[in-house]
Every structure is written in structure tokens, then in C-alpha cells.
């Protein structure tokens, strides 16, 4: 399968892109690299391999370089609240203009299969007794989440015979990837742990799902082979159903394997995200199930924090 990745080069796109190439798939990446290359330099000069440096705003490039594709994985955006908040201009510009320009390319091209990678932060805030499906209401409290919901719409409602689109909800990521972020609550947790020795959880009680970026590349590769019939217009969450955490147990996990550090709780009785995910619809229809546990997570990043894998890890480049 040929296979179009807008936006590739990032923390949960580069795991895909070795995944992929590593199951025998031709990969292009399109990407503006605003975090660099890095990530993907050892695929370089891979035959099955093509880097391109370009923005999903400019249809020109869009438009000429996705011909000849079979699938497209659309993951280019500003991702994250904070930094949609930063320039929330640029996030409407890329995360719906942009992601507009990459699905009518890809309908002029007549490609068959579209992955759009879309978030679990569509549900806001939920009651912590109760887990969300696919047919939950949709409660955006973000620019972030607010352009991802409109493009879900956007997308769900093309109606070509030759074109199957799928959306993918993704739980909080986590875990070691080519292009390290350390703004995410796992990673997040670890750092502070081991270089601060002290976590400090802001509104304990509030729970996240979480996923590790080596399922998320396994959901997306499943999207792409499934029958179309089991993956055309539908809508999954994924990760699983035991990594729903609230905040103050994901901080004592991080305690466990951090000699010494302590946790320190600000309490909050509102936050901006607190829900709860039910991730069966995955495992029954899409046959995904997550190999990674939370704790699992932890302690990769923790033993690589360790080690001293990342020589300056508060770098601006490993955080969006």
C-alpha cells in the first residue's frame, strides 16, 4: 500500500512511519518539520521512503504531491490546547483549513482509505462514574478540540462511493518516540520525578485515558487493512479501557519507581478535561487491542530518563 502521512515527522507520527515501513508499505510524509527531522533521518535513503517538507495550507503541494497514494493518514495540526491558545489563528488555519485542502486532494485523487486522527478531549468533561462511547455527545471546551470535532463532521459526511474515511479518537499518548514530548502528563509526571523529585498534580481527582504511541501506530496500520466495511464512516476511540486513570494515581505510579520523590496536590474543583472512555467498539470490530499498560509506560520513561537518553529533556524541541 502506498500511504500519504500529512504531518508525520511528530510524537505520534514517527512510531507509524517506522511501523509501516517495517510491515513493507511505501511512506511519504508531508510535513513542515516546525520540530525538525530528526525523528525520521535514519529512514532517509530508504527506497520505500520520501520526506517532504510542506504545510497542508498550501493546495498547490497538497494536491500534486498526494497523487498516486492508496491511503491517507491525516494527522498534520496544531496540536494541544496550549499551543492552539498561543495562536489560535494559525490552529483554525491548519487544523480545518489545512485538513480541508488534504481531503479534497484526496478525493480528487480518488484515494479509498483516510484515517483522520482526531481526539478523546472531543468529550470534555463527563462524569467520572461514567465511561463515554463513540455515540457520546461531543462536548469541545477547547480550540483544540473544537476544530477536531468540526472536521469529524466534515469528514463523515462525504459520501463518494470510492472513498472510506475513518476517525480515530485518541487517548492521551504516552511513551518513548522518535520525537520525544515531555508536555504530555506521562512523560510530564516522569520528569519532574526524577530531575525535581517532586510531582505536582493540579486537580487530582480529574481523570485521562491514556495510550501508548506504539498502539496508536498499531490502531492506525489496522484502520488502513480492515475491510472497508467494518472501517467506512465510523468513528473509534482508541486505547483501553484499564489506562482510564485519574491524576493523583497516575502521579503515585511515577512515585513507585522514582526513589524519593513526593507528590504535592493543588486541589481544583474544576477542570478544563475530566472523562472517562469506553474503548470496547475498538476491540470488537477493529480488533485493536492495546499492548501497553500505563504502568508499563512509566517505567520505559522513567529507566530512560535514568540512563540519561535525553541529554538537556526540558529543550524547547520536545515540547509543543
Not at 218 to 246: C, H, W, Y
Request: glycine share 6%; with cysteine; proline share 4%.
Amino acid at each position: 500500500m502506498r500511504i500519504f502521512i500529512a504531518g508525520g515527522a511528530g510524537y505520534v507520527g514517527s512510531p507509524l512511519i517506522y511501523r509501516l515501513l517495517a510491515s513493507g508499505h511505501d511512506v511519504t510524509v508531508f510535513d513542515r518539520l516546525n520540530f525538525g527531522a530528526e525523528a525520521l533521518v535514519p529512514l532517509l535513503g530508504q527506497k520505500k521512503f520520501k520526506l517532504i517538507q510542506g504545510d497542508v495550507r498550501d493546495v498547490d503541494a497538497v494536491s500534486r504531491h498526494i497523487q498516486g497514494h492508496d491511503a491517507v493518514c491525516l494527522l498534520a495540526a496544531i496540536v494541544g490546547e496550549p499551543a492552539c491558545n498561543r495562536d489560535p489563528a494559525l490552529a483554525i488555519e491548519t487544523n480545518l483549513v489545512g485538513a480541508r485542502n488534504v481531503l479534497n486532494a484526496s478525493l480528487a485523487a480518488r484515494i479509498e482509505r483516510f484515517v483522520f486522527v482526531s481526539t478523546c478531549s472531543n468529550y470534555g468533561v463527563v462524569d467520572g462514574d461514567h465511561l463515554v462511547d463513540e455515540l457520546a455527545e461531543l462536548q469541545p471546551i477547547s480550540t483544540y478540540a473544537e476544530t477536531k470535532v468540526q472536521f469529524e463532521r466534515e469528514v463523515l459526511q462525504m459520501k463518494q462511493d470510492h472513498f472510506h474515511p475513518t476517525v480515530l479518537r485518541l487517548s492521551t499518548a504516552f511513551g518513548i518516540s522518535p520525537r520525544m514530548r515531555f508536555d504530555l502528563m506521562v512523560s510530564d509526571f516522569a520528569l519532574a520525578a526524577v530531575k525535581q523529585r517532586k510531582i505536582v498534580v493540579f486537580g487530582e481527582q480529574f481523570w485521562r485515558p491514556f495510550v501508548h504511541v506504539a498502539d496508536i501506530a498499531a490502531a492506525i496500520e489496522l484502520s488502513m487493512g480492515a475491510p472497508t466495511s467494518v472501517v467506512s464512516r465510523q468513528v473509534f476511540n482508541i486505547g483501553d479501557n484499564k489506562n482510564n486513570l485519574q491524576k493523583l494515581d497516575l502521579a503515585k505510579m511515577v512515585l513507585k519507581y522514582v526513589e524519593g520523590a513526593v507528590l504535592e496536590t493543588v486541589t481544583r474543583n474544576t477542570d478544563p478535561r475530566s472523562y472517562r472512555v469506553d474503548f470496547t467498539k475498538a476491540k470488537e470490530r477493529l480488533g485493536f487491542s492495546a499492548q501497553w499498560s500505563v504502568e508499563d509506560g512509566v517505567r520505559e520513561v522513567v529507566d530512560a530518563l535514568k540512563t540519561g537518553v535525553w541529554q538537556s529533556p526540558s529543550d524547547p524541541r520536545y515540547y509543543n
